[in-house]
Nanobody, 118 residues
């Protein structure tokens, strides 16, 4: 069973930056595509950034231009560089395969908490 281990979250002031990392136990997942999701308190988990072999990178409108998804296949690691963070970016962030139906994904990592606050 594939495993995802997210890290890099923390407390940051508005306008600050963080880089999240996700180590994937199966390297072939990175070849086909990966994604970052987030879930804020009381809200549904949402897809915010992804890349796939056929469609390239995609971003949710609210993070486009501020967040960048990338990968290092040699390290089985996916990254999310987050710049110009806003209070509304506060959430638990998860990596996983890209999917238009979040509820169909059964295996999740523990996530990493990002809190943006002054």
């Amino acid at each position: 069973q594939v495993q995802f281990v997210e890290s890099g979250g923390g407390l940051v002031q508005p306008g600050g930056s963080l880089r999240l990392s996700c180590v994937v136990s199966r390297g072939d997942y990175l070849f086909f595509g990966m994604a970052w999701y987030r879930q804020a308190p009381g809200k549904r988990r949402e897809l915010i950034a992804s890349y796939t072999k056929g469609e390239g990178t995609r971003y949710k409108e609210s993070v486009r231009g501020r967040f960048t998804i990338s990968s290092d296949n040699a390290k089985n690691t996916v990254y999310l560089q987050m710049n110009n963070l806003k209070v509304e970016d506060s959430a638990v962030y998860y990596c996983n395969v890209p999917s238009g139906n979040v509820d169909s994904i059964l295996v999740w990592g523990q996530g990493t908490q990002v809190t943006v606050s002054s």
